[in-house]
């Protein structure tokens, strides 16, 4: 592609374990209602950070707070070490974006509408433009659909055009908000290699989603965000891990297997093809030895991990009225 | 063409912001075809008097007697002089401030409601900027409309009858260098007055997303101004009314020029302008992208 992060030259590192973006007590409400209230997030700088959550659960606001796109109501922003809203300029050439999806002239062709954002970006010189345009163009496929009107675009090619903006420039950070709406199966796998591209890269990204599987596939960390809160955020594997700690044995004599482990004080029940030991008190090595020094024949053990569609459901629907998820 | 070569530019040249966004409104077929349309009045209004009264195509104004309206359109048929600010003087009632109305709508609103506006917030482009960027872009495409109408009035007049009829509506006569200097004059006055229409359409603009809301109070602007301005009843109001200062430009026409309403009149179009532009900023800077 282009010249590397040599751009990453603005910004103090701030202290303590590296952000590319963090909030701290934020909160925005518009008139009597709250949008976003006590959002502590941290997004790891590297990092692939997926931000789940249901319609109207405060995502775009908390993506558009974090560009300064909206002034918070309280609490504090810092994008790329720097205070938002008010450092804006130091923080945004740096930071790439598409939020609430694609925004672009219907009259102007694709590529014109690019050089037209691009005229705004303040780290391309004026003859580093229509390079840049085309390179961005190129990355999400839109070279040849680059001459015609926005207009005629599908909303595939629309969202790729804006991810294109949002790439005009090597960026520190990437935030996508809902970046494979409206895609197909082998756009959404193009957007991915994007990502994938980009975080090899060194670049941070923030992508929201309501794909699960998409955020599951792509992304290091998440962060669960629920009526205006954030309910859970960290590595993606850890959180995974953390919701229900155990080990599935197979084996074809369940009923010793758990008269072993109980034995052992671990809590362990039968499951069809074997057992379930719980990893509370014990780990994974010690529930295997515990099985084969009692003779039972282990065929397989693996953790079981929750999905994150177990996880999403359960930080998300102890609310009253439970999010719909089917659409 | 400037040379760029600091590695960590925080912000977007304005010069390259400003030839961006008269790149976009003048590719936009609306404003081509707002601008045609402008541009075909004076043709209209040229054929349509010489067809009306051939013989007063000849004949200079009946003096300043004859009265604004009817004097100033019996004689614009035959002048290269007249026509062109005779049709400036018909489309500022209505046709011109709508145009800028429109540009103004567009340039906030419209972009707004597309979402483009969010695109030069996020590069980013400072709001103060912004807002320049966006006035000098009405500002132009007003300076624009305005020419356009001179220009084409000009050439009809001089199609129709010929380059030796540059009389005023005082009955002298004018040299050529004179006469332009007269039509620009009124161009240039012209567009002050859309400015300030314009200043208003962005302060109008700073605050909707729907560009019609900024045409539709626009026009009831002007409506709304003309009304009370000819209640007589209300003259204690008429010196607020930037319509009521509109009649002046005919006063282009009279030789010499009687300079107090021009004067009046672009100073009332000035603080317009100001405080358009301070309502639109203000606006601007408080608001969510």
């Known amino acids: 592609m282009t010249a590397q992060a040599e751009s990453a030259v603005a910004g103090p590192s701030p202290e303590g374990p590296a952000t590319a973006a963090s909030t701290r007590g934020l909160r925005k409400t518009y008139g009597r209602t709250v949008a976003v209230e006590h959002v502590d997030l941290d997004v790891p700088e590297g990092a692939v950070l997926g931000m789940l959550g249901p319609n109207g659960s405060g995502k775009t606001t908390t993506i558009r707070m974090l560009l300064g796109l909206v002034q918070p109501t309280d609490g504090d922003v810092q994008l790329l070490g720097h205070p938002m809203p008010d450092r804006a300029a130091e923080a945004l050439p740096d930071v790439g974006a598409l939020v609430e999806g694609p925004g672009f002239h219907p009259f102007l062709s694709g590529r014109e509408n690019l050089l037209r954002l691009a005229a705004a970006e303040p780290r391309l010189t004026s003859g580093r433009i229509p390079a840049a345009v085309d390179e961005a163009l190129e990355r999400v496929g839109l070279t040849r659909a680059g001459g015609r009107r926005y207009r005629g675009y599908s909303l595939g090619m629309k969202q790729r055009l804006g991810l294109a903006a949002a790439l005009l420039v090597p960026r520190r950070l990437v935030m996508l908000d809902e970046p494979t709406n409206g895609l197909d199966p082998a756009g959404t796998r193009e957007i991915r290699s994007v990502i994938a591209d980009l975080h090899r890269d060194g670049v941070t990204v923030l992508v929201s989603s309501h794909l699960l599987a998409e955020v599951e596939a792509t992304c290091t960390h998440v962060a669960v965000m629920n009526e205006g809160t954030l309910v859970a955020q960290g590595d993606l594997t850890e959180l995974l891990e953390s919701e229900s700690p155990a080990l599935e044995v197979s084996t074809t004599d369940s009923a010793a297997a758990v008269t072993a482990l109980r034995a052992a004080h671990l809590s362990a029940r039968p499951t069809p093809d074997g057992v379930r030991a719980e990893l509370t008190r014990a780990t994974a090595p010690d529930v295997v030895a515990t099985l084969v020094d009692a003779g039972v024949p282990v065929y397989e053990a693996r953790r079981s991990r929750t999905g994150l569609e177990d996880l999403f459901a359960r930080l998300t629907q102890d609310s009253e009225e439970a999010p719909t998820w089917r659409s | ?289």
């Open chain 2, 1 to 289: 063409m400037e040379v760029m070569t600091e590695p960590a530019r925080r912000t977007a040249p304005v010069s390259r912001l400003v030839r961006a966004e008269l790149r976009w409104i003048f590719r936009r077929p609306r404003t081509l075809a707002v601008l045609g349309l402008l541009g075909v009045i004076p043709v209209i209004m040229g054929i349509a008097l010489a067809v009306a009264d051939p013989t007063g195509s000849s004949s200079p104004g009946e003096g300043p007697g004859a009265g604004e309206g009817g004097g100033l359109l019996a004689t614009a048929a035959g002048s290269v002089l007249v026509l062109p600010i005779a049709a400036l003087t018909m489309t500022l009632r209505m046709l011109l401030p709508l145009a800028a109305a429109m540009a103004g709508a567009d340039a906030l609103a419209g972009e707004t409601a597309t979402g483009t506006l969010r695109g030069w917030l996020l590069a980013p482009v400072s709001r103060g900027r912004l807002l320049l960027v966006k006035a000098l872009g009405v500002a132009t495409f007003t300076l624009v409309a305005a020419t356009m109408i001179a220009v084409t009035g000009a050439v009809t007049a001089l199609v129709l009858n010929g380059a030796d009829t540059l009389y005023t509506l005082s009955g002298t006569t004018l040299s050529i260098p004179d006469a332009l200097g007269r039509i620009a004059l009124a161009v240039g006055w012209v567009t002050l007055q859309l400015w300030a229409v314009g200043a208003v359409a962005l302060a109008i603009s700073a605050f909707t997303e729907h560009p019609m809301v900024v045409l539709a109070s626009v026009l009831g602007g002007i409506i709304v101004f003309t009304v009370l301005g000819s209640l007589d009843a209300l003259s204690w109001l008429h010196p607020v009314l930037l319509t009521e200062a509109w009649w002046a430009i005919v006063d282009v026409l009279r030789d010499p020029i009687p300079d107090a309403d021009l004067i009046g009149g672009a100073l009332k179009a000035a603080c317009y302008l100001v405080i358009g532009l301070s309502i639109a900023y203000a606006r601007l800077v408080s608001k969510d992208g």
